[in-house]
C-alpha cells in the first residue's frame, strides 16, 4: 500500500510540473505583449510632433513576407514617424487559404489584402467601401489610379471600391523580353548571324548548326526541346501557337479586338497551321522525341547540359537551367530571344498594352477603429515620398542624389546582392510593397528620376558578354528591341483575358476543363503522329471539343468579356 | 571466426534462408536509407549545380549556403524551444489520456463502454471541418495560447483504441488478482497496465511525438500573430516560402536576381530543410527501440 501511494504521488507530482512549466510558458504572453506595445507607445511619442496619435492596425497579408520585422526597420521606423501608424501584421503561409477562416469567424484584421478570396469578404460584409474615403482622404490615391479609378469598383451590380490594387504597379512597362522563341548564341554566331524572323528561319538555323555539330561535349545535340510537365505545356508548348500567329496573350481564348468575340485559340486555323510546323519539326528529328514526357528537372538538367539548341519558353521557366551554364562560364549556350512568328505575315503582340488590370489588393474591413486613419495612411505610402522611401529606402542611408539623380552607392548594392534577406529585414525595402498603390517600372516622379529602382541601364547592365555581342550584331541593346513595341498596338481594351474569373463550378468551368483534358490529350498526339496522320487527328480534336460544348464556352465567355469591356470603359 | 563457424555447421535450409534474409535486409536498408542520403547530399550541393542533375547520395560542389539560409533567421530558436515543449508536453499529456480512457473502455464493468466507443470511433470518419474547428477554438478562448498545440489533440480516437486492443490482449486475472490484493483502479492502472503497456505506449509515443514535431498548421491558423509561440516548423514553412517567392519579387529582378538565385533555389532549401527538421526527431528512435524490443519478447511466451 505504501508504495502504491508513492507511485500516485509521483504522478501527480510529474503532473503538476507539467502544468507548471506550461505556465510559464503561458504567462510569457502578456509580458510580452506589453513590452511591445510599450516600445511601440515610446517610439510614435517620440515623433509624433505633427500631433499624429499613435495608433496601431493589425493586418493580414495572403502573402508570405519572411523578412517582416514588425517595423523595427529603417523604412518601417520612418512610416511610423510619419504618419503614427503602426502595423501589426500577419502573412499567409504556403497559400493556406486562411481568408475563408477570417470571413467565417467574424474575427476581421484592421486592414487586409486577400487575393483570390476577396469575393468572400466582400459577401460576408466585413469590408467597407472606399469610395467616399478616397474621395475626402486621398489625393495620392486618386492621382496614382488617375483614370483607371472605376477600374477599382467591384461589379456592376456593386459599384463600390472594396480593395485598392496593390500588386500591379500603374503603369508599368517593361525593359526586356523574355519570351519569344530562344537560339543558343552559339547558334547564331557559327551562321554569322542570320536574320530569325519566321519559323522557317529559326528551324533552318537550328538544322543547319546541327548538322555541322551533331555532338556537343560528347552528348548528342538535341534540336528543339519542349516541356509539357502539367501546366507547364501552355508555357513552353501552346501559348506559343497564339503569340506565333499574331495575337497577345490571353490566356485559352483568342479575343477579336472588333467584336469581342472569345474564341478557344486552338480552333483558329492558322494555329492548326503551327502546330503542323511543330508535327514537322518532329518528323525531321529537330524535335527532342522526349518534350512530351520529360519531367521539369530534367528539361532543367538538359538545357544546363548546354546541348539544347532552341527552346519556345519563357525564361522565368529555364532561368535555372541557363543560370548552371553562366556559373560554368559557357556564355555561348545561353540563350537570346527572337520574335518569330508562322510567316511574315504575323507580327508578335507580347508587349501589346492591357492598360491598369486592377487586380489584388488591400481594404479596409468593418472592424476598423479608424477608417479616416487608415485610408490617410494608406494615401501617404502612396505619395510620392511614401512611394520612394518603399522602394528606394532613406536619402543617405540607402540612396544618394547624385546630380539631381537617385544613385544607390556601391557599398548598399553589395549588401543588398550578397544579403538579400538580412537587407530587407533591416532596411525594410521591399517589405511595404504589398501596402499601397504604387508606380511600376518606367514611371518617372516629379524630379525626372524613376519611382523603382529597375531601370533601362540596368538591364544591359546584366548582360554577358556575349549576349552583348550577339545584340550588337542585331542591332539592339535589349531583347525587347527585337520585339514590336507596345506602342505599335492599341491598348486592349479588355485588359488580358485570363484575369476574367470563370465563376467555380459554372457550365463554364466544367467544359473549360473538359476541353483542357482534350486538348492536353490532342495536342502531343498532333504533334508526335506521322505527317500524313496530322490532318486527321486535328479534325478528331476539333470534332471532341465541339461535342465537350467548346461552342457554348466560348458564347459564355464572350459575354463575360464584353461585360468586362463595358464594365472598365464607361465613365 | 566463431561466426563463420556456425555458418558452416549449419543445414543448407537454414544457410539458404540466412542469405535470402541477409539479402533482403540489405534491400530493405538501401531503399530507406537512400532517399535520406539523397536529401542530405542535395542539402550539402551547390544549387546551381543541382540544376544539372546526376546527384545521387554524394555532393559534388560542397557548400553549406542552404543552411546559411535558413540559420540566418534568429525567430529560429523560438521556434525550436516551442517545438520540442509542445513535443514533450502533448506527448506526456496525450498518452496519459489515451492510456487512461484505453483502460477504461477495456473494462467488462464499464456501463457505458459501448456509447463512448461508438461515439469515439465516428470521430474517425467524420470531422466538424477546418471553419467549424476554428471558431471552436476561437470560442474556447485558445487562440494565441500555448494550449492550442496540446488540447485538441489530446484525446485521439485511433490511438486510444490501438491502446485498448493492447489491454484487452493482457491477461485480465492480473486485474482480479490485484483487486483481490486491494488495489483500486488507479493503482491497477499504473501498476499494472502501464508497466505492461510500455510497447505500445512507446509505439504511441512515437505517433504522438512525430505528429507535434511536424506540426505548423495550427500555428499558423491559432497562433500566428504571437510571435513568442511560433513553432520551428512554422519558421521553416516560412523561409522555404522565401526562396519561392524571391522570384518574382519585384525588387530582384535583372541581375540581382540571377546572383541571388544563383546562390539557392527553393528545391535545395527545401532538402536542407528537411534534414534540418527530421534530424532531432530521429534522436528520439534509439530511447524507444528497447521497448519495440522488449514488446516481441514479451508476447513470445504466453501461460
Known amino acids: 500500500m505504501k508504495k502504491h501511494d508513492f507511485s500516485l504521488a509521483g504522478l501527480i507530482l510529474v503532473a503538476v510540473l507539467i502544468f507548471s512549466l506550461l505556465g510559464c510558458a503561458q504567462n510569457e504572453q502578456p509580458g510580452h505583449r506589453a513590452a511591445e506595445s510599450e516600445n511601440g507607445d515610446e517610439q510614435a511619442g517620440d515623433s509624433s510632433g505633427g500631433g499624429l496619435e499613435p495608433i496601431t492596425f493589425t493586418a493580414y497579408f495572403e502573402d508570405p513576407s519572411p523578412n517582416w520585422n514588425n517595423m523595427q526597420d529603417a523604412v518601417g521606423k520612418v512610416i511610423t514617424e510619419k504618419t503614427g501608424v503602426t502595423i501589426d501584421a500577419e502573412f499567409a503561409v504556403s497559400g493556406v487559404d486562411r481568408i475563408s ?61 472594396y480593395f485598392l490594387p496593390t500588386y500591379d504597379g500603374v503603369g508599368q512597362t517593361y525593359f526586356d523580353a523574355g519570351g519569344g522563341f530562344q537560339l543558343q548564341h552559339a547558334v547564331v554566331q557559327e551562321l554569322g548571324y542570320p536574320e530569325i524572323r519566321t519559323v522557317k528561319d529559326f528551324e533552318d ?322 504533334v508526335l503522329a506521322d505527317p500524313s496522320e496530322f490532318d486527321e487527328i486535328w479534325d478528331q480534336f476539333m470534332a471532341e471539343l465541339i461535342e465537350a460544348g467548346v461552342e457554348q464556352m466560348e458564347r459564355e465567355y464572350t459575354e463575360l468579356v464584353r461585360k468586362k469591356v463595358a464594365f472598365w470603359n464607361e465613365t | 571466426m566463431a561466426g563463420s563457424k556456425t555458418w558452416f555447421s549449419r543445414s543448407w535450409p537454414d544457410r539458404c534462408f540466412d542469405l535470402f534474409n541477409f539479402m533482403f535486409m540489405i534491400f530493405v536498408l538501401v531503399i530507406t536509407l537512400y532517399p535520406f542520403l539523397h536529401v542530405l547530399a542535395i542539402s550539402l550541393n551547390d544549387s546551381t549545380d543541382t540544376v544539372r542533375g546526376g546527384i545521387h547520395i554524394w555532393p559534388r560542389q560542397f557548400t553549406l549556403a542552404n543552411y546559411e539560409v535558413i540559420f540566418q533567421y534568429d525567430t529560429l530558436l523560438t521556434g525550436f524551444r516551442n517545438s520540442v515543449l509542445r513535443t514533450i508536453v502533448g506527448t506526456a499529456l496525450g498518452l496519459i489520456s489515451a492510456s487512461m480512457l484505453a483502460f477504461t473502455l477495456s473494462r467488462r464493468d464499464f456501463q457505458a463502454r459501448k456509447f463512448i466507443s461508438v461515439f469515439l470511433a465516428l470521430t474517425l470518419y467524420f470531422s466538424g471541418g477546418l471553419i467549424p474547428v476554428y471558431m471552436l477554438i476561437r470560442d474556447l478562448g485558445l487562440m494565441n495560447s500555448f494550449w ?138 534509439p530511447f524507444l527501440q528497447r521497448y519495440f524490443v522488449k514488446g516481441m519478447t514479451l508476447g513470445a511466451v504466453k501461460s
Open chain 2, 148 to 285: 492550442v498545440y496540446v488540447f485538441p489533440g489530446m484525446v485521439n480516437a485511433f490511438f486510444v483504441f490501438v491502446i485498448r486492443s493492447y489491454i484487452d490482449g493482457l491477461p485480465y486475472s492480473l486485474q482480479e488478482s490485484a483487486k483481490l490484493d486491494g488495489a483500486n483502479d488507479f493503482v491497477i492502472y499504473w501498476r499494472i497496465i502501464m508497466p505492461l503497456s510500455k510497447p505500445v505506449l512507446a509505439t504511441i509515443a512515437l505517433f504522438i511525438a512525430v505528429g507535434q514535431w511536424n506540426a505548423w498548421f495550427d500555428t499558423y491558423l491559432y497562433n500566428g500573430s504571437a510571435r513568442h509561440l511560433t513553432t520551428l516548423q512554422f519558421e521553416l514553412m516560412k523561409v522555404l516560402e522565401s526562396t519561392t517567392t524571391s522570384g518574382s519579387s519585384q525588387d530582384f529582378r535583372g541581375q540581382n536576381m540571377t546572383e541571388v538565385m544563383a546562390r539557392v533555389s527553393p528545391e535545395s532549401v527545401k532538402m536542407a530543410i528537411t534534414i534540418v527538421v527530421t534530424v532531432p526527431i530521429l534522436l528520439v528512435y
Open chain 1, 101 to 161: 477562416l477570417i470571413a467565417a469567424s467574424g474575427n476581421y484584421p484592421d486592414l487586409i489584402s486577400p487575393k483570390g478570396s476577396a469575393d468572400q469578404l466582400v459577401s460576408a460584409g466585413a469590408m467597407i467601401d472606399l469610395t467616399d474615403l478616397i474621395e475626402q482622404h486621398g489625393p495620392n490615391l486618386k492621382k496614382v489610379y488617375g483614370e483607371y479609378l472605376p477600374r477599382l469598383r467591384w461589379s456592376e451590380e456593386d459599384p463600390s471600391i
Open chain 1, 205 to 526: 538555323a537550328i538544322r543547319t548548326y546541327m548538322e555541322r555539330h551533331p555532338t556537343i561535349d560528347g552528348q548528342p545535340t538535341i534540336g528543339l526541346s519542349l516541356l509539357a510537365d502539367d501546366w507547364r505545356i501552355l508555357i513552353s508548348v501552346t501559348n506559343n501557337a497564339f503569340y506565333a500567329t499574331g495575337a497577345p496573350d490571353d490566356g485559352e481564348f483568342y479575343i477579336d479586338p472588333e467584336t469581342f468575340e472569345a474564341t478557344y485559340h486552338y480552333r483558329r486555323p492558322e494555329e492548326k497551321e503551327y502546330f503542323r510546323w511543330l508535327n514537322h519539326m518532329n518528323a525531321t528529328g529537330l524535335l527532342d522525341p522526349e518534350s512530351f514526357v520529360q519531367k521539369y528537372d530534367q528539361y532543367l538538367a538538359k538545357i544546363a547540359s548546354g546541348r539544347v539548341l532552341a527552346l519556345t519558353d519563357q525564361r522565368w521557366q529555364f532561368q535555372d537551367g541557363e543560370n548552371a551554364l553562366k556559373a560554368e562560364g559557357k556564355y555561348e549556350r545561353g540563350y537570346g530571344h527572337y520574335p518569330v512568328t508562322l510567316n511574315e505575315q504575323y507580327v508578335r503582340k507580347d508587349f501589346q498594352g492591357t492598360g491598369f488590370m486592377g487586380g489584388w489588393g488591400i481594404g479596409i474591413t468593418t472592424s476598423n477603429p479608424d477608417p479616416v486613419r487608415a485610408i490617410q495612411f494608406l494615401d501617404w505610402l502612396a505619395s510620392e515620398e511614401g512611394q520612394i522611401l518603399r522602394r528606394w529606402g532613406i536619402e543617405g542611408e540607402h540612396y544618394e542624389v547624385v546630380d539631381g539623380k537617385r544613385v544607390i552607392p556601391p557599398q548598399v548594392m553589395e549588401e543588398k546582392r550578397n544579403n538579400a534577406a538580412q537587407f530587407e529585414r533591416t532596411s525594410g525595402i521591399g517589405l511595404y510593397e504589398m501596402f499601397s498603390a504604387k508606380y511600376g517600372d518606367g514611371v518617372l516622379d516629379s524630379t525626372g528620376n524613376y519611382f523603382t529602382t529597375n531601370f533601362p541601364e540596368q538591364i544591359v547592365e546584366s548582360y554577358n558578354e556575349v549576349e552583348k555581342e550577339v545584340l550588337a550584331h542585331y542591332n539592339a541593346t535589349t531583347w525587347k528591341d527585337l520585339f514590336p513595341s507596345e506602342e505599335e498596338f492599341p491598348v486592349r481594351p479588355w485588359g488580358a483575358a485570363w484575369q476574367i474569373q470563370m465563376p467555380t463550378g459554372s457550365d463554364l468551368s466544367v467544359i473549360f476543363q473538359r476541353c483542357d483534358d482534350i486538348m492536353k490529350r490532342r495536342i502531343p498526339q498532333a
